[in-house]
């Protein structure tokens, strides 16, 4: 299946989250049927190096990521800070709130985790089977258990059509060292991605804040969904 093979209308469900079109099933998980492929080759690669390169979540529809939005707008879910801990969100404003959450947490209709071609990884070797997972910088750091593969993928990510979306901190969202993207495939959904699709998106929603959201969706938009790292040009793969 090419993402190009879909109407307009249902490519722009694919990239809100709002169809599963684009999916095939990867073991427990759905990704997009056009990076099947390279990911188990990813995968295979990563286990000749000693790694059992695991997804921890792929997919996400947009109402999985408006609960999450939701709870943590309320307040009934933490919103943590670049140093892992807990935002006192009860004398913020609602914009406030809302760049409090995008640090770690897409707006909804925004995620990449809707385009199927984003995962979240671990190298399940490296701990054991009662371990916690928690997807936070020191487990990818030094001393922490997937130091180690994060050094492999390094070096070996774009080779598979691979990159780190969130590899750094551009002034929106925060590094996440176990954020994968498919360089071709991910570019293809978010030049679906507009500011008109996710405008209307938004407005059909039940998002908490909504009113504010659209009054400032713009700049939310460039800070947090546009502003990302760029793949290496020299190792993007022909469609």
Known sequence: MSCLSLSPSLLAACATGCSDAHLV???????????????????????????????????R???RQSVIWNAKFSGARPIL?????????????????CHAILLYSALPGASRHHFGTDVDIYDQAAIP??????????????????A??????????????????????LGGVAPEPWHISHIN???LMCDVLNLDVLTKQVQ??????????????????ERYVTNIARPPQDTVLAP
């Open 25 to 59: 099933d990867c073991g427990q998980h759905r990704i997009h049927a056009n990076i099947v492929d390279d990911f188990i080759a990813l995968k295979n690669a990563a286990a000749q190096a000693g790694f059992e390169l695991t997804i921890a979540s792929s997919f």
């Open 61 to 63: 529809d947009f109402e």
């Open 81 to 97: 800070d670049q140093h892992q801990q807990a935002v006192d969100i009860s004398d913020l404003s609602e914009l406030e709130i």
């Open 129 to 146: 089977p009662d371990y916690k997972l928690q997807l936070e910088p020191h487990e990818y750091t030094i001393g922490g258990p997937f």
């Open 148 to 169: 180690a593969m994060t050094n492999w993928l390094d070096n070996n990510l774009a080779k598979f059509g691979f990159y780190r979306p969130y590899q750094s901190y």
């Open 185 to 187: 495939q991910s570019q």
């Open 204 to 221: 059909h929603s039940d998002l908490l804040g909504k009113q504010t959201i659209l009054a400032h969706l713009p700049e939310l938009y």
